[in-house]
């Protein structure tokens, strides 16, 4: 069976989950009737994330979504065919194959790198606000490895150290991830386009943090979504050039203006 098109062929939304759509208590209540409004319109709501599949899946129910969704930072692309059979698309080295790679990415940077799966349940609240079923839904990797991040003068050595590994590292919010090294959500897009055939849909992305920069650089219009102390600074000379639009407020309430304000004029004929 060939795969199922995103329906809508004209706009995608695309965002990010943690900090972006969702608060850092992972609400997302203030985005939920502008989720309608999209499915009323035909248009995907489609993740993409830092999170596993299992966890992505479980918000995809919550908030009925029936979409394609990209996973671990790019590292796998999923969906539907046209039977309603789920599909997955591996697009980079596998959790196996990474873990010992940051053992000895640790031991270049001489800085512990604790890996996510390896937290206890105290440090997964304190460091994640994630517990019990929660925690260990984030802890199943199977195309990345996230971890602890090191001191500020580590984070600026660790992307040379993994690109000499033919790895890569990349910083979400609260942790570090290590990738295969042409892994990226950007590139997982474009893959998912592919797939489904549709080089002609138009996307609205939406992020936070520097793991988002490939998927705004690909986007037909990208959206910096601020936290509680405004955007990531990161994003500053591209919210300077225009490069990018920001977000009114953070989190899901920002989010939901955004897509709004951004497709509320272009959905007409």
């Known amino acids: 069976m060939s795969d199922q098109q995103a329906p809508g062929a004209t706009w995608w939304v ?10 850092h208590t992972y609400r997302w209540d203030a985005a939920a009737s502008t989720i309608r409004w999209l499915q009323q319109r035909g248009i995907p709501v489609i993740p993409c994330t830092s999170k596993t599949a299992e966890e992505v899946e479980r918000f995809r129910r919550a908030a009925g979504l029936s979409d394609p969704f990209i996973v671990e930072n790019g590292g796998a692309i999923h969906g539907q065919n046209a039977a309603g059979e789920p599909w997955e698309q591996a697009l980079g080295a596998d959790h196996t194959t990474l873990r010992p790679q940051l053992a000895e990415l640790e031991a270049q940077l001489g800085e512990p790198l604790r890996a996510l799966e390896d937290l206890t349940e105290e440090e997964g609240q304190r460091l994640l606000g994630l517990g019990g079923a929660d925690l260990a839904r984030a802890q199943r990797r199977r195309w990345s490895v996230p971890f602890v991040p090191p001191s500020a003068p580590g984070r600026q050595r660790l992307p040379a150290l993994a ?3 033919g790895l890569q590292v990349v910083q979400g919010n609260r942790m570090g991830h290590l990738l295969g090294g042409n892994v990226s959500k950007g590139r997982a897009l474009t893959v998912l386009k592919q797939r489904l055939q549709a080089p002609q849909a138009r996307v609205l992305a939406l992020g936070d943090s520097p793991n988002d920069l490939p998927l705004l650089e690909v986007a037909d219009v990208a959206v910096v979504v601020p936290g509680a102390e405004g955007p990531h600074p990161g ?35």
Do not use: C, I, N, Y
């Open 14 to 23: 695309v965002s990010d989950l943690d900090g972006t759509l969702l608060d």
């Open 163 to 165: 690109a000499s590994m």
């Open 235 to 269: 994003f500053r000379e591209a919210l300077e050039a225009q490069r990018f639009l920001l977000a009114p407020q953070p989190h899901a309430a920002g989010w939901a203006a955004a897509v709004r304000s951004v497709l509320d004029g272009k959905l007409g004929p």
